[in-house]
């Protein structure tokens, strides 16, 4: 079966480098599936899983923004932070969430709800990453 290189990056360092038979990402204007021979091209990715098939099996990494470039023979993303989620820790995770939803219920004017919203986003996605609801 035929394979295309994956390769996650962010500011701490590689995450993942791999091969794939399908890829599968969000990008801001929706779901793209990514077969090796796919043509070039650069697009913006949301908070969310990223999709690695091979041999029947697929593993999931939590991304967090960032660009996917694809070539031909080689998916990079660069993310500011992204987790294979067996590396995840749940509990971090969820205080992360517990923190943002109280920030998104303050009424302190001096609350940043975006950053809020952002962080509760990043949360949920490392949770759903972990429990492999997608
Ligand atoms: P927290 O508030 O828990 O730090 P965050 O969303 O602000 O979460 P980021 O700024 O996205 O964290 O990431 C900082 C670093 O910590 C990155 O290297 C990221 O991969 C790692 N990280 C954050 N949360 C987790 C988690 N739950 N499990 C594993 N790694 C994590």
Known sequence: MK?????IVTPDGPVCETDASMIIAVTETGELGILPGHIAMVAPLKIAALRLQKEGSTQHIAVHGG???VRPDVVTVLAQSAEISTTIDIERAKIAANRAEEA????DKDTDFNLAEL???RAQNR????EGKL
């Open 3 to 7: 394979t295309i290189k994956v390769n």
């Open 67 to 69: 660009f996917l470039e």
């Open 104 to 107: 998104l219920r303050s009424t």
């Open 119 to 121: 962080e509760l986003k």
């Open 127 to 130: 949770i759903n990453v972990f």
